[in-house]
Every structure is written in C-alpha cells, then in structure tokens.
C-alpha cells in the first residue's frame, strides 16, 4: 500500500494493520534536493518522520513485523549526487531496516519547467537511465553481498561511473584483496570478486564440499561474468 507523504500518523497505522508491504517515496536524499522540486512538502515532517513511524510500528517484536517497508527516490530531478543518494541508502537500511529501496529515473520533459533537470543544456536522456541502473546494482551489493554505502567509490563529482559497474569499481580500487584462492576464501570474500554473484558463490561452496576446484570451468561455464571474475581468482 502506497502512503502519501504528510498522512497522519492514525492513517499509516491504519495501512500498516492492512498491507503486507507499505511504501512512502522518499524522493530525494535530503531536504535542500526536495526544495528544489517541492514547496508543499516539508522532508522532514511529510516524508522522514512518517517513515520512522513505519519502521517503528514494523520493528522486531511489534504486533505488524511481517509488514515490509520500501521507499523510492527520483534520479536525475533535482541534479542530486549519486553519493547523496547512496548515503542516505546507508541509513535506510542499517537504521530503519528498510527492505527494498527503487529507483525512478526522471524524465526529462514530463515536468514542470522550472524544475533543476528541464533545464540542463545538452544532457543525455540514456544517462539518467544508465545511473538508475548503477543504482540498482549498488542496491544489490548493499543488500546482497555486504557492502556497506561508504564502500561505494564514485568519481571526482560524486556520481557512479557510467562505463564499469560498482563492483568491479571497488575491485580495481582495492587491488590488496585480490586474487582470492576459490578453494580457500569466505563466502564474504568470494562476493567480493566482480563477476560471482549469490548463486555462483554458493554454487562454489558446494563442490568444495566434496573436493578441490583446480580450474575456472570447474566453477560453470566460462562466459562473460566467468571470464571476468577469473582475473581475481587462483586455484
């Protein structure tokens, strides 16, 4: 169930005693980025309270923790940093225990002329999409191989790069970790290597039950992501 922003605290107790999964955009990382989309909403009173409410009535032990909390921002419309973005993704999930965090790219054209992003000169429209993407793939390094948000490296203006994913960014950045001996390593490090995802990983963990890998093929079949996460591996 989608709650508004600025709802009243008996309404959201009223959503989340209903749903499953209630889900309240956040928007934008911050209260100077939603200034300069909004002058209804106040952030901290319409969206971040009403947030904390919901992760408070669906805490551990409460009567409606089955109850699922997501929340969305909007990439691109207010001229926000990835950075900013992935900080307050940080946040989210270690204190709010949020479970699912999307992404929105905004369109530009769609909206009101005065709006940051209607008025960049010669932007290109793929890359707003592009940066959406690389925003759900840190999601997934957050959520799924233990990253946390200050692991993320962004360049010089604080955004993702739009050429390499975030994973084998930090890979390259860190070349101290690497080559890991997949007979040997953790499964936090086996996440660690770019090209490996969960299922491959466990996947490893298996065979090595019941011998050694000696070689890439012994892991699956050598194509893309294989043959990437072979240049950080030994046998």
Do not use: C
């Not at 999409?129 to 948000?149: N, P, S």
């Not at 692991?151 to 101290?176: C, Y």
């Amino acid at each position: 169930m989608k709650v508004i922003p600025g709802a009243s605290d008996a309404a959201i107790a009223d959503a989340v005693s209903l749903a499953s999964a209630v889900s309240l955009n956040i928007e934008t990382p911050g209260e100077k980025n939603l200034q300069k989309l909004s002058n209804r909403k106040d952030y901290i009173r319409d969206i971040i309270e009403p947030i904390k409410l919901i992760s408070r009535l669906t805490g551990k032990g409460m009567k409606h923790s089955r109850v699922k909390q997501t929340t969305q921002f909007i990439v691109g419309a207010a001229e926000e940093s990835d950075a900013e973005i992935v900080r307050y993704m940080g946040g989210l999930y270690d204190r709010l225990r949020m479970q699912r965090i999307y992404f929105s790219a905004y369109q530009k054209g769609l909206g009101d002329p005065s709006l940051p992003a209607e008025n960049q000169i010669d932007a290109d429209p793929s890359e707003v999409l592009t940066r959406e993407h690389r925003l759900y793939q840190v999601d997934f390094l957050m959520r799924k191989y233990g990253f946390k948000d200050s692991e993320i490296i962004f360049g010089s203006d604080g955004r993702l790069s739009l050429s390499t994913d975030p994973k084998e960014v930090w890979a390259k950045n860190n070349p101290e970790a690497f080559p890991i001996n997949v007979n040997r390593a953790s499964k936090h490090q086996l996440l660690r290597v770019p090209g490996l995802g969960p299922v491959t990983v466990n996947r490893i963990l298996k065979k090595r039950r019941t011998g050694k890998l000696t070689r890439i093929r012994d892991i699956g079949k050598v194509g893309t992501l294989l043959g990437k996460a072979q240049n950080y591996l030994t046998f």
